[in-house]
């Protein structure tokens, strides 16, 4: 059976203690200083996956050892069933951009991500998916984007967490047909899906995480549920958050993507 | 060599460098020790293109700083988010993202322009935190609580692992 369940978010802290869902995942930089008997409660009740942002994979040598202990921290409390991360970086040497990045395409910026994903993998002892992000850039490579994902995957022997409205907001942008980029995927690898409303700004699409699930989006979801074995879907919602009856309508549109509702 | 993050990082964060990017992208990277490959994908890169990244990472600085200066920004009302970009656009903290050092860099920015906007209680407190003092005590006539403004003394205080904590005391005026 597909689990559903929620990004956890403090607003939504009262919701999520009705137990509405299957599974939480927990955002590791929300417990890195603070939070870990909230995590220790969370953990008690729910299936839990844990979630990175700033481990910056794709930056060139070794991982920030600071940010690795604590992210094992949290995954130590959380055990969840597997851990993930995203294709991209969001720090250099220089300066931390503090928002994920893409990589150029090649096969050594796979090996890059692959062997911080591996190691990521041995220090947490946890299996290991990797995210697809989106951006505005379009960049040149020696790989596709679904090629390049797939190295990822294969050198690093990691699943891969595909975020429905990062693809759908790409394939928008960048004038794409969505169904045939997860198409070239190894299905195989895909473990978890991401969704959430995308917006709409001066005539891009954009994940401001803000806006109730459309049309479009169950409907590619489907798609990929259909021709995956997906364990999980966890709804990312993460600004204007509207009331308990809403939340528990978007579940139940995912709920109904695996024939649960 | 530069590596190709690196390279992205400073066109990103670097107003003035992405508008000389626009205008010519060879002479603008042309300082840039870059492999072949990796030189050719960024100058692929459309400079619009380039401007809505950017404008994504700034406004997520943006919504950092909000927070911190939120009646400050409340009082600018619409002119907040086109001040904030004017200065963010060509000025990038250095190291480690540090959203309270950008609050008050961007704050004595605003003091400077338009100083009646920034409110003194959140003057102390960014100017504090950008600090390495141990404590700071200040009176404000003006200091927020419960939707309502009352006179305070602000005393802040920072413990050796450099954590810092606000106290507020409201004298009876």
């Not at chain 1, 942008?173 to 070239?184: G, S, V, Y």
């Amino acid at each position: 059976m597909t689990m559903i369940g929620v990004g956890y978010r403090a607003p939504l802290s009262a919701w999520i203690d009705t137990r509405p869902c299957d599974c939480l995942e927990i955002t590791a930089e929300h417990f890195y200083d603070s939070g870990e008997d909230r995590l220790r409660e969370l953990a008690d009740q729910f299936a839990l996956f844990v979630h990175g942002l700033g481990l910056s994979l794709g930056t060139p040598g070794p991982l920030d050892t600071s940010r690795l202990k604590k992210f094992a921290r949290v995954v130590e409390i959380a055990q969840p069933a597997w851990i993930s991360e995203h294709v991209s970086f969001t720090r250099t040497a220089e300066v931390d951009l503090g928002h994920l990045t893409p990589v150029r395409p090649t096969r050594a910026a796979a090996k890059i991500i692959a062997d911080h994903g591996r190691e990521l993998f041995d220090y947490c002892g946890k299996p290991l998916i990797l995210e697809n992000i989106t951006s505005y850039l379009k960049i040149e490579g020696e790989l596709s984007e679904t090629d390049f994902l797939n190295e990822v995957c294969a050198r690093a022997d990691c699943g891969l967490l595909l975020d429905i409205t990062n693809l759908f907001i790409n394939s928008r942008n960048h004038d794409f047909d969505p169904l045939a980029w997860f198409r070239e995927l190894d299905p195989a690898r895909i473990r978890q899906l991401h969704i959430v409303g995308y917006g709409l700004h001066h005539g891009r699409y954009v994940d401001g995480h803000g806006e109730p699930v459309q049309e479009e989006l169950i409907e590619l979801a489907q798609a990929v549920v259909n021709e995956t074995k997906v364990e999980a879907i966890i709804l990312e919602r993460d600004a204007d958050f509207p009331g308990d009856a809403a939340m528990q309508d978007e579940l139940t549109k995912l709920k109904r993507i695996c024939g649960r509702a | 060599m530069l590596d190709f993050p690196s390279a992205l990082a400073r066109l990103l964060r670097d107003g003035t460098l992405r508008e000389a990017f626009a205008l010519d992208p060879v002479t603008a990277l042309g300082n840039f020790p870059l492999e072949d490959g990796d030189r050719a994908a960024l100058l692929g890169l459309a400079p619009e293109d380039l401007e809505l990244q950017a404008g994504v990472l700034l406004h997520k600085r943006f919504e950092e700083v909000r927070r911190i200066l939120a009646f400050t920004c409340t009082n600018l009302g619409d002119a907040a988010w086109p001040l904030f970009q004017k200065y963010a656009r060509y000025y990038w903290p250095d190291g480690e993202s540090d959203a309270w050092a950008d609050a008050n860099v961007f704050g004595e920015r605003l003091f400077v322009e338009c100083g009646n906007a920034f409110l003194p209680a959140e003057r102390n407190r960014t100017r504090f935190a950008a600090s390495r003092r141990r404590l700071g005590i200040s009176f404000v006539w003006k200091f927020p609580v419960r939707g309502r403004f009352r006179p305070a003394i602000q005393i802040f205080w920072r413990s050796r692992s450099r954590h810092w904590r606000e106290f507020a005391i409201y004298p009876d005026l």
